[in-house]
């Protein structure tokens, strides 16, 4: 049926897929020709009126309708002159360095970077800046963050709050498919999920090749079919792996290669080792990164975003950061003490006799169990004690075996003290020379250290919270304290609490809930929070600006990631970093050169 229409009625065209303005009307043998305006392309046409039907709009579109029209025009002009629009469709307002991150982003068709920021300049932001700009642009509708998993409601939350972007949580272990069919990872587009959660394996003590199948299947093999258009991974140099063919590189080559847009972030991408750097850039552009040796400055400069604090500015202009303040503290030990420091000398020898053994006898996992009982009698006889206890009722087992693999060598520089000293004492099995004899002994002087109550570095600890009480005038003064291990944790949260002082911690062992109730009364009137690594992950601590380094890290990069927690954008204080060293030990003359030389 021909429709008739008058000049200035509006019309819905079939051919073009929009509402059209005719302007001009003709005939020809018996047949109705218009011509009409386009607007989204702001062209004329000339049409047939079977092409076209009246629209139900009252000869004039709603509001509405030129809403749509205006935002279109809005976003395809946008695309022609690279105008960024996240920025103005997103509730925060950038930085200058967070801006340029998402310029340099979006410079390039091949959406695929580093980000490198230093800790607490606010990747996150940058990455959803780059979410949301994709999105605009039509360019990203499905969208994957992986994250480790004490960061995803993190994740969650920030993608809400600053972008308006509903992230769904998906654990697969929680979400199990309905049947053979049915990939969990289709029923939404915006989802974040544990790095953990989705890695591959190739056996587990027990299953069948057919259940390690179905594991695969339900978390790698559907997540990798699921078609994203840009995948995130947060704390990506985790994924570097010791080798190529370890799971989590497996799971990272699998992600690189089902997206066409990638942004990996890390505040501490090298590590140190140049081949762990290399899979992470070649993750990025495997042309571009064949092997080790085409890793160089120039060529890795176009690939990565990075900002360092000392530079970073305002809105204004002016420094983000104020400057840091560090300080290795050397903690004498006092006659009070003499106990103690017998201790440490008793298990340090205990570890030379056992280290060298070890190696002699190429038994890795004893050898590693050695250098941590070192660190473990220099963080606190509560620590020591523990776990030769439990190394004791190791070598007291009647079942004789040889040493087991280590469970974690995919990812062992990742675990913190504690989580390394879990796994070690699992797998130690074999037994040194007069070994049980020595434990024993060693546990008996232990004991009776832990009895006495008198701990050096505790009291150096809380003498320090007096002076900088004093020094501030500040009496509520907070302090954020890390240590590697649990007991040493128990054992300060009971050292303050006995004097008054309120203490809340954290560790690896506790769940998303207990994270944030810890977080939520430090933030509070709680005075000291005392974290192990595992714990302080993903932490914005910017309300406080102490932070004590009880137990020194042996990886300098994770120092940078402690201070990182307090140091962050919005903290207004100068930023007091203090590094605890028993004097007369093995980490004094690690981190002293040149005699009295401090290394801040």
Known sequence: MTTLLNVGDWAWSQAHQQYVKVIES????????????????????????????????????????????????????????????????????????????????????????????????????????????????????????????????????????????????????????????????????????????IKPIESRKGWSVKQVHEYNKHRFDDLLSAGWDLIVIDEAHRL?????????????????ETSPYLLLLSATPHQGKSDAFHRLMALLDKEAFPDVGSVTKERVQPYVVRTEKRISIDGNGKPLFKPRKTELVPVAWESKHALQ????????????????????????????????MQRLVSSSSAAIAMTLSRRLQSLESTVIEDELPLAFADDWADLDGQAQLDELIATSKQALANEKAD???????????????????????????YQLQQEEQNPELKMLVFTEFVPTQQMLTKFFTDRGISVVTLNGSMDMHERKRAQASFAGDTRILISTDAGGEGLNLQFCHVIVNYDMPWNPMRMEQRIGRVDRIGQPHVVRALNFVLEDSVEHSAYYRDGDHRII
């Open 341 to 372: 420091r017998h201790l440490y000398e008793e298990v340090t020898e205990y570890v030379k006799e056992g280290y060298n053994q070890a190696k002699a006898q190429k038994q890795n996992a004893i050898g590693f169990l050695m250098i941590l």
């Open 26 to 197: 003709s005939g020809l043998w018996g047949q109705s020709f218009y011509r009409v305006w386009l607007q989204q392309q702001d062209s004329v046409v000339k049409v047939s009126s079977d092409d076209l039907s009246k629209t139900s709009m009252d000869k004039s579109p709603s509001p509405h309708f030129f809403s749509y029209i205006g935002i279109a025009a809005k976003i395809a002009n946008a695309q022609k002159e690279d105008i960024l629009l996240s920025p103005v469709e997103s509730n925060v307002i950038p930085l200058p360095h967070q801006l340029k991150a998402l310029d340099k982003a979006m410079s390039r068709k091949q959406v695929r970077y580093l980000f490198a920021d230093e800790v607490g300049l606010g990747k996150t932001i940058e990455a959803g800046l780059v979410m949301r700009e994709l999105k605009l642009r039509g360019m990203a509708k499905r969208i994957l963050v992986c994250a480790p998993k004490g960061l995803v409601s993190q994740w969650v939350s920030e993608m809400s709050t600053h972008f308006g972007e509903s992230f769904h949580l998906l654990i697969p272990g929680e979400n199990k498919p309905i049947d053979e069919n049915d990939n969990v990872w289709l029923r939404h587009d915006l989802v974040v999920c544990p790095v953990d959660s």
């Open 439 to 465: 434990v024993q002994r060693l546990l008996n002087i232990a004991n009776e250290c832990v009895g006495k109550e008198s701990d050096t570095k505790a009291e150096a600890l809380i003498d320090w919270l």
């Open 240 to 256: 570097g792996g010791s080798t190529e063919l370890v799971a989590r590189y497996k799971l990272a080559q699998g992600l690189a």
